[in-house]
Nanobody, 127 residues
Framework: EVQLQASGGGSVQAGGSLTLSCTAS????????VTWFRQAPGKEREGVSC????????KYADSVKRRFTITSDNAKTTVYLQIDSVESEDTAVYYC????????????????????WGHGTLVTVSS
């Protein structure tokens, strides 16, 4: 069974860092594009970062470009999202999703449908 598990959320002080993990079970990310989304209280879900395993390319939303880093382990079973210099606006539930898109397709990937979703992990930023 294909499953994704997102983890690593928690409380963090503004200016700090944390790393979220998206772990696959039942498959590897070799032929997948993995994207992190987030949904802040009262706001719509937005795509923030994409990793394409097929060509090892990445894509970031403009709002997070200089602070978020998406990477994968060598086994292509876990994708990480490192968040540096966290801001109050980063408070949200973060979700990872995967589908067999071959590329991040620039910003278009954030608007594509994804087949596999992990449960969210909550990030709360305190001042």
């Amino acid at each position: 069974e294909v499953q994704l598990q997102a983890s690593g959320g928690g409380s963090v002080q503004a200016g700090g860092s944390l790393t979220l993990s998206c772990t696959a079970s039942g498959f590897t990310f070799d032929d997948y594009t993995v994207t992190w989304f987030r949904q802040a209280p009262g706001k719509e879900r937005e795509g923030v970062s994409c990793f394409s395993a097929s060509d090892a390319t990445t894509k970031y939303a403009d709002s997070v470009k200089r602070r978020f880093t998406i990477t994968s382990d060598n086994a292509k079973t876990t994708v990480y999202l490192q968040i540096d210099s966290v801001e109050s606006e980063d408070t949200a539930v973060y979700y990872c999703a995967a589908d067999t898109y071959r590329q991040c397709r620039e910003g278009l990937v954030f608007f594509l449908p994804f087949t596999h979703w992990g449960h969210g992990t909550l990030v709360t930023v305190s001042s």
